[in-house]
């Protein structure tokens, strides 16, 4: 069964830190690239950051340079390390294969990251 499980967000406050990982099925994680999601009320799900099974990186531009995402293959592991938060950061955080359709569906529970003071 496929599965992608979220953990680490949390309530921080602005200018902080928060480390985030998803633990996704082999047959999720293997052959994709993976990427970061998120989700704001009255919003659609916006992609946050690619990483292919190369190691190439990509980032929407209003998170470049404050976060950073990795890779542990051993693990079928994805992280997203995020820096220098702000509120318009708090979201629904999920993770999923890139494009999310390779992914058949599957999206997860995600995690709640709230940037507040």
């Known amino acids: 069964q496929e599965q992608l499980v979220v953990s680490g967000g949390g309530l921080v406050q602005p200018g902080g830190s928060l480390r985030l990982s998803c633990a996704a099925s082999g047959s999720i994680f293997r052959s994709n690239a993976m990427g970061w999601y998120r989700r704001t009320p009255g919003k659609q799900r916006e992609w946050v950051a690619t990483?292919?099974?190369?190691?190439?990186?990509n980032y929407a531009d209003s998170v470049k340079g404050r976060f950073a995402i990795s890779r542990d293959n051993a693990k079928n592991t994805v992280y997203l390390q995020m820096n220098s938060l702000k509120p318009e950061d708090t979201a629904v955080y999920y993770c999923?294969?890139?494009?999310?359709?390779?992914?058949?569906?599957?999206w997860g529970q995600g995690t709640q990251v709230t940037v507040s003071s």
């Open positions: 990483i292919t099974t190369g190691g190439n990186l």
């Open positions: 999923n294969a890139v494009p999310a359709s390779r992914a058949g569906g599957t």
